[in-house]
């Protein structure tokens, strides 16, 4: 013979067991919230900390950006202050040429000859100056090619100019100044 339980035990029990299973979902629902909070959490201090590092690496990066350009800054200072070195030698080995290339210009100056301005552009020098007349402006530049201090003469102008009754030449020569060998092995 079949039994029948008709107490409503069974329907308390189900309800029982969907109260448990609401409660376990919410629970469950809890637990996942607070895992991925907790996640967060974690991964945001993770965030803050890599960006302190990187500030600290940008700030080191810019303050040994400074010293490079300060660097760079000397090193700048350094060729200018060893160029000028250089050119103060260099005036230095040529101080003794100019009294030389004077002396010989003084020497090679022909009769008739006044020199008006002299300009000297590196090793070029030019010649200004007044002739009696254009054949002793030849001259000059035959004694100038003749001497150990200046060479190449080169002609730029020779003007004839008439004043009261005498004539003159006025003219322009170039001539390369000269280092003799014999005179760099004196100054050295």
């Not at 810019?62 to 030698?89: T, V, W």
């Amino acid at each position: 013979m079949p039994r029948i339980n008709l107490l409503p035990w069974r329907e308390e029990e189900r309800k029982k067991r969907q109260r448990d299973f609401g409660v376990a979902m919410a629970g469950g629902v809890v637990a996942a919230i607070g895992c991925i909070l907790a996640v967060l959490f974690v991964y945001s201090q993770m965030i803050d900390n890599q960006d302190g590092r990187n500030q600290r690496l940008n700030d080191e990066i810019a303050e040994l950006q400074k010293s490079i350009e300060e660097i760079d800054g000397l090193e700048r200072q350094k060729e200018r202050l060893l160029a000028r070195m250089e050119i103060i030698e260099q005036l230095q080995k040529s101080r003794p040429e100019i009294v030389h290339l004077f002396d010989e210009i003084a020497r090679q100056l022909p009769e008739g000859v006044y020199l008006t301005g002299m300009t000297q552009r590196g090793r070029q020098v030019e010649l200004r100056g007044i002739a009696q007349s254009s054949t002793r402006v030849s001259a000059l530049m035959r004694q100038v090619d003749a001497s150990p201090w200046m060479m190449d003469p080169e002609v730029d102008r020779v003007e004839t100019t008439t004043k009261g009754a005498s004539r003159q030449a006025e003219f322009i020569v170039y001539v390369k100044q000269e280092r003799p060998r014999d005179a760099l092995e004196d100054l050295r």
